[in-house]
């Protein structure tokens, strides 16, 4: 049996890798925005962001709004809507997220630019 040391160690290591992994869905120069107002964060923000929805056991689900495509990038208006645990009870969360994508040469996409709580919720 994994003592509770070598369990927290094992889940912070997971944490980590399924974070970076996650991150590899951004662009290099990539920025998220957390707040309304805040600062852009850069990918190290970007991971520590992602971290912290998987600590939370965070599962969305996207719902596109709105798309504005010029080139290779595009502008997506994207309802996140789902549940967390906080402090041991689920919550609601909702994001209304401007996302911006740009299109790379094996023609997948990746995020430059999220804002998630950049729209008014409602």
Not at 88 to 111: H, M
Request: net charge positive; with cysteine.
């Amino acid at each position: 049996m994994l003592s509770s040391c070598r369990l927290h160690e094992a889940k912070r290591h997971a944490t980590e890798e399924a974070s970076s992994g996650a991150a590899k869905l951004y662009t290099v120069d990539a920025r998220v925005v957390p707040t309304a107002g805040g600062e852009p964060a850069p990918s190290e923000g970007i991971r520590k962001m992602i971290a912290a929805l998987i600590g939370e056991q965070t599962r969305l689900r996207p719902h596109v709004t709105g798309v504005v495509r010029a080139g290779d990038l595009a502008l997506l208006f994207t309802d996140w809507t789902g549940t967390a645990v906080v402090k041991g009870k689920t919550v609601e969360r909702f994001f209304p997220a401007i996302e911006v994508l740009r299109r790379r040469e094996d023609d997948s996409w990746r995020l430059v630019i999220g804002y998630p709580n950049a729209r008014p919720a409602g």
